[in-house]
């Protein structure tokens, strides 16, 4: 019995659930093509005035709407007709004396516009004034009879037909998220977070602040052993502790510059050879750019160094050498007139010296080799570009003694005169400096002096074939004047190649070799000195590392009792700020 029921009831025509509860509606294709020539017809009988007729068992009947699945597959049904039965099994049942469900219909879901239906929606806003200013819709009644699309108002006042509400796609929930914001609201990183650009070299001195310079002091600190302690013929081997103070200085100023350099090397004897040595200098230097194109160059200096045991005017059987204290400066003014560089200036250096202590504990005046020499340089050069800028100079000076006539009776002032030839490179990091070469001639007061005179020549190039790689190389031709009975003096010609290498970041690594020349005048002798010298600096932070280098010295002489060798080592600690 209970089976029989059961297959009874199945057998039963009735309406599907999902019908009963309109999640679906009609699927039919000829209700749906129906459904819409009818709206078609009365928006024409619309146009033309006359009122569409009304089907009373239509009104009757509950409202069928068409809901898919996917909101916007087809034009929501703005109308309140109700669908026309076609007879198909897909059609929706009859209406039954029960209306609640009808009465009660489910609102039609709405779709979450999309984000340029958003945009489009927004209010656009005058760049000018900052105000809103509301769309005006554009859409006229002809154009929705020739379409045959209805329009729609939104909130926002902004117009657009049913099919392109139809056509609009949802968005995604976190499409918000993804919204450009406002520059203003965006969150500022923090400066820890911030892109910073490399430093070229992370281990320099920062230097302190003061006034309007910066100053970079650095101090080392260490131990030197070497094989003759005072670089001369009777020295030998000894243990020396030595200190080294430097500090270079720059202003900051907007226009003008200005620069300030000192040195101080002070060696004392911890065992071994007796060595006492004090020296140091600092110099300053100060550019002014003056009206019309005129650029002036100042420059102030003081030294004092002990004449060196290898000197021709050391004195034997000392315990001290005498001190020699030099003030210099110089004035120089300089000016372009199209290619043509043109540079005039003046310089003074006055050399006095101390007393020599004696191995007795007498002291010996040195006050008849105190001078003065005046010098006026006028270059002229011609800027074939601005790297290469050939130059000749042209030099006229007098030397003064403090005492016109010497110990022995000679009457030491002199009349230098002089011109040289040379070119100017200016190539950026890769090359710069200058070099030249002439000839100089100074003249003594006391006839039976010869005057002092031969070759020049100076160099000062900086070249650097890859980053972190420097060569330099110098050249000084230096007149030196005496008070030994019978001779006029020396030329000094000096040259030095030096490197630098940055191997790491942290590790330094410097080379040098030097060439000395002395040609004795008015005696038949010479001097040879060649050096070389190694050395690294790896730094444990950026003010504090380790040093050392090694060196090795030699002079020859065809003069008797000059000829020495030193070689040396040092180890010790660098800081710098």
Do not use: C
Not at 141 to 146: E, I, K, V, Y
Not at 215 to 221: C, G, K, M
Not at 453 to 465: C, F, H, Q, R
């Amino acid at each position: 019995m209970l089976l029989a029921t059961s297959m009874l009831a199945l057998l039963r025509p009735t309406a599907l659930h999902a019908q009963e509860t309109e999640l679906r509606g009609e699927v039919s294709e000829t209700a749906i093509l129906s459904d819409q020539q009818r709206k078609a017809r009365q928006l024409a009988l619309a146009a033309q005035g006359q009122q569409a007729p009304v089907n009373a068992a239509q009104d009757n009947a509950p409202a069928r709407t068409y809901l898919p699945a996917s909101a916007g597959a087809v034009p929501d049904d703005t109308d309140a007709g109700a669908a026309t039965a076609t007879g198909s099994v897909f059609d929706p049942p009859s209406a039954t004396d029960d209306t609640s469900a009808d009465a009660a219909a489910p609102p039609k879901p709405r779709r979450r516009p999309s984000t340029a239906s958003q945009n489009a929606a927004d209010p656009a806003k005058d760049k000018a004034t900052g105000k809103s200013r509301k769309k005006k819709s554009t859409t006229a009644a002809t154009d929705a009879t020739t379409t045959g699309a209805t329009t729609s108002t939104t909130d926002d006042d902004t117009t657009e037909t049913d099919q392109e509400a139809a056509n609009r796609r949802a968005v995604t929930i976190d499409s918000v998220d993804r919204q450009e914001l406002d520059r203003g609201a965006e969150r500022t990183a923090s400066i820890e977070g911030q892109d910073k650009k490399a430093e070229d070299d992370p281990f320099a001195a920062t230097g302190v602040k003061w006034g309007s310079f910066v100053i970079r002091p650095t101090i080392e600190q260490g131990l030197t052993a070497t094989s003759n302690g005072d670089a001369s013929s009777a020295g030998t081997s000894a243990l020396l502790s030595e200190t080294a103070l430097r500090f270079s200085a720059a202003s900051d100023w907007r226009e003008n510059s200005a620069t300030i350099d000192g040195y101080g090397l002070f060696r004392e004897t911890v065992s071994g050879y007796s060595v006492h040595d004090e020296q140091g200098r600092i110099e300053g230097q100060l550019n002014v750019d003056l009206d019309n194109e005129l650029r002036a160059i100042a420059k102030l200096g003081y030294e004092a160094v002990p004449e060196s045991a290898s000197s021709p005017d050391a004195i034997a059987g000392v315990n001290t050498q005498p001190l020699r204290q030099t003030v210099d400066g110089s004035l120089g003014i300089e000016k372009d007139v199209g290619k043509m560089r043109y540079a005039l200036t003046g310089a003074v250096t006055h050399d006095f010296y101390g007393d020599a202590e004696l191995s007795d504990g007498t002291s010996l005046s040195q006050k008849d080799r105190d001078s003065t020499l005046y010098t006026a340089t006028l270059r002229t050069g011609y800027e074939i570009s601005p790297a290469l800028i050939p130059f000749t100079e042209i030099e006229v000076g007098r030397r003064t003694y403090d005492q016109r006539i010497d110990t022995d009776g000679f009457e030491r002032s002199s009349t230098r005169l002089g011109g040289r030839a040379g070119l100017e490179l200016d190539m950026g990091e890769k090359l710069s400096g200058e070099f030249s070469a002439g000839w100089l001639r100074e003249a003594i007061d006391d006839d039976r002096l010869e005057a002092i005179s031969g070759a020049t020549v100076n160099a000062d190039l900086k070249w650097s074939p890859e980053r972190g790689t420097t060569i330099g190389l110098t050249g000084v031709t230096t007149v030196e004047p005496t008070t030994i009975a019978g001779q006029s003096g020396e030329i000094l010609y000096s040259g030095r190649l030096t490197g630098e290498r940055q191997i790491r970041a942290n590790l330094t690594g410097n080379a040098a070799l030097g060439l000395d020349w002395r040609d004795y005048v008015g005696v038949d002798g010479h001097d040879r000195t060649l050096s070389a010298e190694a050395g690294l600096t790896w730094w444990l932070n950026r003010y504090a590392g380790l040093t050392t280098r090694v060196r090795t010295e030699k002079l020859t002489s065809n003069l008797p009792g000059r000829d020495y060798t030193a070689n040396s080592i040092f180890l010790g600690v660098k800081v710098q700020r």
